[in-house]
């Protein structure tokens, strides 16, 4: 499993489009990038995941560099309930474990 | 479709004593796990079962932690006996099959206090 290096903390205003970054530096070619969000007194949930190619789903899109050392989680129009630590993970193999690191702190200002 | 089912939701022991954690994945899932988080860290997997059989257990205190899913459905985990530093949440999580496409679906997690 690759490490990800996310910032600790982003802000953004609501409505207007979030972008939340991780580096995988040393992301093996079979790695999926996984991307998961804990609210505040919740379990994380999932949000969205790829392996080469830019996804979208009805949460966020995900934008991943060319070279997969990079990729960006999209929010389109934050809202209060975006406010969250958002984790990306990068991992694959058949166990399906995921190290979960100290994420981004979203904080989302109406 | 019912969520992950995680109680007590709330525990606070004191220190030596032992505590039991239940976890209720969703219907069908094979997959589960436990994690533990402490505050202001990101999750971390204390051992993750495939049916009734334990696919890794690498980073369980088996000194004094211990986990089954006897019929490899409903889980239980436990310490005996507990430690300041067992201070965490501790969430359960499930997912349909192993492999890298599936998503875990978690609880909404136990807050253990050891005092």
């Known amino acids: 499993d690759a490490k990800t290096t996310q910032p600790n903390s982003m802000e953004s205003n609501e409505e207007e489009p979030v972008h939340l970054p991780c580096n995988h530096s040393?992301?093996?070619?079979?790695?999926?990038i996984h991307w998961y969000r804990q609210l505040p007194s919740q379990g994380p949930e999932y949000v969205i995941h790829g392996l080469t190619s830019n996804v979208n789903n009805r949460m966020a899109s995900l934008a991943i560099a060319e070279d997969r050392k990079s990729s960006t989680l999209i929010l389109h129009r934050a809202t209060l309930r975006d406010a969250a630590v958002y984790y990306c993970?990068?991992?694959?193999?058949?166990?399906?474990?995921?190290?979960f690191g100290t994420g981004t702190l979203l904080a989302v200002q109406p | 479709e019912a969520g992950v089912a995680q109680s007590p939701r709330y525990k606070i022991i004191e220190k030596r004593q032992s505590v039991a954690f239940w976890c209720n994945p969703i219907?069908?899932?094979?997959?589960l796990y436990w994690y533990q988080q402490i505050l202001g860290q990101g999750p971390k997997l204390l051992i993750q079962f495939q049916n009734n059989g334990v696919v890794d257990d690498s980073q369980l205190p088996k000194d004094r932690f211990s986990a089954e899913r006897l019929k490899g459905v409903d889980s239980t985990l436990k310490i005996q006996p507990a430690k300041l530093e067992d201070s965490a949440v501790y969430l359960c999580a499930s997912s349909s099959y192993r492999g890298a496409y599936n998503e875990q679906f978690f609880g909404p997690g136990t807050r253990l206090t050891v005092l």
């Open positions: 993970i990068a991992h694959g193999g058949a166990t399906n474990k995921l190290i």
């Open positions: 040393t992301i093996s070619g079979t790695d999926y």
């Open positions: 219907s069908g899932h094979a997959t």
